[in-house]
């Protein structure tokens, strides 16, 4: 029997060659199942392969399950986490927070990123994203948000993507950060300490602290609101006693 | 002198030898006889103390049988389970070839590589602990897992 069991166990770590439909999971330190809360700890070098996505994480996986164990509802990892999905998106961070039901994710700790169709996130704290609704938000420091025309870093990033023919774009922002937000476009360097962006009437909003560079050109004042399809902005000051400075500086070839 | 008197020297010789060639394999067979005997009384003393020990755990949940097909005291608790090690319940089951079980505390614990198996669930490991009346079961070492829907 002990022979047989051993034949079996080898084979069956052969047989565990993932099939379709299936997940497949690996942990050099072992499992703890807790069958009344429904979850399980993976612990030490875990990986999980499936067929909507790849989890790496060095430390633990705590998987919660609804009614059987294959039914995996939410992944909380720690430790140099890896997750890729099939729909394009690839989060790394120290905590990642996957929800598979909702597509919720969220990512924790320092240097985190997500990428997903075209867009990358990065922060040195939180990176919320749903994938269904589509609502992100960046919070704590070096918070930034790069799409393939768009450039931004501020300490609160929060807003919603629309996916257009398999590409994310984003449709509202909101930006804040008392130490200054930017926002960079191919033609724009916008300084302030709040933006809104809305995409419908193709807005940008600064509000205090404003500075505006095109160009050679730079504009200071309270209150900016540019049009990103034309990139006509204006600039006005809030107080009667301040004034809107505009700098201009000779192009160096002219 | 009376024929009768005259001793047959070659016939009693071979008498004497007769008696001695039984008396022989009597002491011969009686001998293998004894070593017979011993042998069996060492088959009726088997190095195991249970043979095909059944236990059951109970919990809020379910009832989990556990099966061996042999069982060793380690103290008045403890029971070395060993051969085709078997837990069920109708939820899973767990397949080892040794398994140390505490009756009192119904838990469970191997360092043996391990079976775990539930609907949709396969989980493989080098050992494991069933505790709690079976409501956390700890795989340990190296483990893998694969779940199907």
Known sequence: MKYFLLVLVFYSFQIFAREAGQTEITTDEGIEVFKKEKYYLLKKNIKINSDEFNLKADELVKAFFNEGLYDVIQIISEGNVVLTSNKGMKAIGERVNFNIKDENIIINGKDSILTTNQVEMKSDGTIKVNNLTGLFALKGPKSNLISEDINITGNLIDGKFINIEDVNEVESLYVEDNAGVNIKTDTLDMYALKAIYDKKNNIIELFDKVKVIRDKESIVGDYARINTLDESYKVTSNKSDKKVRVLLKEKEDE | ?149
């Open chain 2, 1 to 149: 002198m009376n024929k009768f008197l005259n001793i047959n020297k070659k016939a009693l010789i071979l008498l004497l030898f007769l008696f001695c060639g039984i008396f022989a394999i009597a002491i011969l067979f009686q001998k293998f006889n004894f070593q017979k005997s011993t042998n069996e009384i060492i088959d009726l003393n088997p190095s195991f103390d249970i043979l095909n020990p059944t236990f059951t755990i109970n919990n809020d949940k379910e009832k989990i049988s556990v099966k061996a097909k042999q069982g060793n005291f380690i103290d008045k608790n403890l029971i070395l389970l060993t051969n085709d090690v078997h837990f069920e319940s109708d939820k899973f089951k767990i397949l080892s070839d040794e398994v140390t079980f505490d009756r009192e505390k119904q838990t469970a614990k191997s360092n043996k590589n391990s079976k775990f198996e539930s609907n949709g669930t396969e989980i493989i490991s080098q050992g494991f602990r069933l505790i709690e009346q079976g409501d956390i079961i700890l795989f340990n070492g190296k483990t893998s897992v694969l779940l199907s829907q």
